[in-house]
């Protein structure tokens, strides 16, 4: 695809398109991987849910249907010793009443942090890209997936954590913005309230750090695109948009809520992980308020929630469910990956030429 401004980001990865499907822990996969890079963008697998045994099973059957790079993203959180979630047990308590359930008997798997397993897996399959939320892995994991020749990618939420990353010597970061549906990246402390929105944030860590910048948040159609790479970007990494294709896991009323007016207003919330993250509102998040100090730490708030979600959910009742979403969704139309891949593309390739005979004509 001809006619991009700077194309040496692209020829490095391997792309037609500065188009990243993000990775999206339970809403993404193989098939979501596939429809994006034959749309000429990365195709992205979320591995923090995925068993190091199963990862490479994956990458195979994205190689086998596809050409084009594959993005392996791991999570870098540090799992605490000791976990105390009887205050949250307790909050629930009401609800389990209700449902007549109880916290489960065997905690179900949480997510796991990038670890020597998974490194193995990495050094295994080669993937051309290893991307990390919430910051890097220790010295000597890093080291270990930079020699197998993948490109480091890692999400920043400031400034501060944009030179933190190009200071250990990532291969691009990925600047996230106040806007992007799921967890929000951020790692390094920060007071409260300092979030920053895309187009504050991305042209500092433009002008911040040497590597290649990729927007991330609030893009779900061309013209975010465009004003992402006028801003410096050299890529758009997009979620949300993404859900409403048929190839996500998103359910029924996640996909119907996405496109609704319900879609116009997504909070910040620790109930479901332990950790921020952008969704929709639900029953939970309305009568607990959508930050709660009694939920344990992340990953473990998810598991008395297991139960009571899956009950609700037997029920057609989604106000004990995750439904991730950007503040964008409302933009995103439903279409494949392929098809959303190019059209994200194609439009922000017409702005752009459109823009420019404005100015020639002037």
């Known amino acids: 695809m001809a006619g991009w401004p700077d194309r040496r980001f692209l020829e490095r990865i391997g792309v037609d398109a500065p188009v990243i499907q993000a990775p999206m822990a339970g809403s993404g996969g193989v098939e979501l991987a596939i429809g994006a890079l034959k749309g000429g963008g990365v195709g992205s697998l979320p591995c923090a849910l995925v068993p190091p045994a199963d990862i490479a099973g994956q990458v195979a059957a994205v190689r086998a249907a596809a050409p084009g790079p594959v993005n392996l993203n791991f999570f870098c959180h540090t799992l605490p010793e000791t976990v105390d979630d009887s205050a949250w047990v307790a909050a629930l308590a009401p609800y389990y009443a209700e449902y007549g359930v109880g916290p489960p008997a065997v905690p179900p798997p949480v997510r796991a942090p990038f670890d020597a397993v998974r490194c193995a897996v990495v050094e295994q399959v080669r993937p051309e890209i290893v991307s990390f939320h919430f910051g890097l892995p220790d010295e000597a994991l890093l080291a270990r997936v930079k020699a197998t020749g993948a490109q480091v990618w890692s999400s920043a939420t400031s400034v501060a954590e944009a030179r933190w990353l190009a200071e250990r010597g990532v291969d691009a970061v990925i600047a996230q913005g106040f806007e992007a549906g799921g967890h929000s990246a951020r790692f390094l402390p920060a007071p409260q309230g300092a979030a920053m929105g895309l187009f504050a944030l991305l042209p500092q860590i433009v002008d911040a750090v040497d590597a290649p910048v990729i927007a991330a948040g609030g893009i779900s159609d061309a013209r975010g695109v465009v004003a992402a790479l006028a801003l410096g970007a050299s890529a758009v990494q997009v979620g949300t948009a993404y859900l409403l294709s048929p190839e996500s896991s998103a359910g029924e009323t996640h996909r119907r809520l996405l496109q ?61 469910t995750s439904m991730w979403s950007g503040q964008a969704a409302r933009l995103a139309q439903p279409m494949t990956a392929e098809a959303l891949t190019r059209s994200l593309a194609e439009g922000a390739l017409a702005l752009m030429a459109g823009m420019t005979q404005e100015t020639a004509d002037a």
């Open 260 to 320: 609704g007016q319900e879609a116009e207003v997504t909070r910040f919330t620790n109930l479901f992980s332990g950790r921020l993250a952008r969704g929709l509102p639900n029953r939970l998040m309305e009568e607990l308020g959508p930050v709660s100090d009694a939920a344990p730490p992340f990953p473990y708030a998810s598991n008395a929630l297991a139960s009571l979600k899956a009950e609700a959910e037997k029920r057609g009742d989604s106000g004990f």
